[in-house]
């Protein structure tokens, strides 16, 4: 009798908590699971040079990075004609960064992605970036477009500060998600000032915080210059992908594996109880460009 395969979802749906379950997920060898549904594509695109000897972001490798995922990812060769297919000059967006000062959205690819916006026809006055001040910015009350990006990082109450935490500031009181770390942020998609409003996501790894102790901790030492971005319409699956690049540096950095405290299950439950994409990397398509070096997945 032939051995039937089990999905990695059926096999998470038996694990005793949600919490262990979690970490299953951004560990178990893809190969182990049927891979049955249609792929989420996501590009992972690096370049060496995109940091000055300073240490400060080259815009014009910025801007030629964001074209390059951009438009494998849409299926166009001109950057202008991809952004066309991912906004309309009717719309107006919002560019929603993060604003935590030991490691901000970028500057320069925010004027990256507004050129961008204004280069597909979105007139500029259309266009805000904002982020803790959202619930008070008229432009994003009435926006019809959402692009959200912000840096990678550990987290003290998600495990990570993911593209699926990065809309918590739409909420009223932020605190209310913060019980049981964080598990259902994905359920701030679903709000009627989000709710499938998002066009683009962005997950930048720049400089990725790996390790962090306490709420608003932050040490050099603890980043490390990966030089890439993550790009899709899933958030799921890119906050997965970006997951597994964070768990192999710590396991790089610390010699042992190290995981992730707490364990960011709010993207698990992203993809299993409130079906806002996918976390499973044997769903995932992964295109990987750009430098190689050290890329760690």
């Known amino acids: 009798m032939k051995t039937r395969v089990r999905t990695r979802r059926e096999f998470l749906k038996d694990t005793a908590t949600a919490t262990i379950a979690g970490a299953l997920y951004f560990s178990l060898p893809e ?21 000055d000897t300073h240490h400060k972001l080259r815009i014009e490798i910025v801007q030629q990075m964001l074209d390059e ?24 967006v919002g560019i929603k960064s993060n604003i935590w000062d030991a490691l901000c959205t970028p500057p320069e690819l925010e004027r990256v ?17 904002n982020d803790r001040g959202v619930l008070s910015d008229p432009l994003f009350l009435k926006s019809t477009a959402l692009i959200n990006v912000r840096p990678l990082r550990t ?11 990065n809309y918590i500031v739409f909420l009223e009181d932020p605190s209310t998600m913060h019980p049981d770390t964080c598990a259902d942020l994905a359920s701030i998609w679903k709000l009627p000032l989000v709710k499938g409003k998002t066009r683009l996501n962005i997950l ?26 993550l790009v899709g319409f899933d958030p799921v699956a890119i906050d997965s992908t ?16 190290r995981p992730l405290s707490p364990p960011p299950k709010h993207i698990f439950l992203a993809d299993t109880r409130h079906h806002l994409g996918t976390a499973d990397p044997a769903k995932i398509e992964l295109i990987k460009m750009g430098w190689e070096e050290g890329i760690l997945i």
Do not use: C
């Not at 026809?121 to 266009?127: C, L, S």
């Not at 597994?244 to 010699?255: H, N, P, Y």
């Open 204 to 229: 930048v790894l720049f400089t990725p915080l790996f390790h962090g102790i306490g709420p608003h901790h932050f040490s050099p030492k603890h980043t490390w210059a990966y030089k890439g971005m």
């Open 242 to 257: 970006g997951v597994r690049i964070l768990m192999a540096k710590r396991k790089e950095f610390f010699g042992e594996e």
């Open 31 to 51: 190969h182990l699971f049927a891979q049955e549904e249609k792929k989420a594509r996501v590009v992972l695109v690096r370049n060496k040079n995109v940091l």
């Open 113 to 129: 992605i507004e050129g961008r916006l204004i280069g597909a026809g979105v007139p500029q006055k259309n266009i805000g970036i």
């Open 155 to 165: 987290h003290h109450w998600s495990g990570v500060g993911s593209l699926i935490k």
């Open 69 to 92: 995922a951009v438009t494998v990812l849409v299926g166009e060769s001109d950057p202008v004609q991809a952004w066309k297919k991912i906004v309309t000059p009717t719309d107006i």
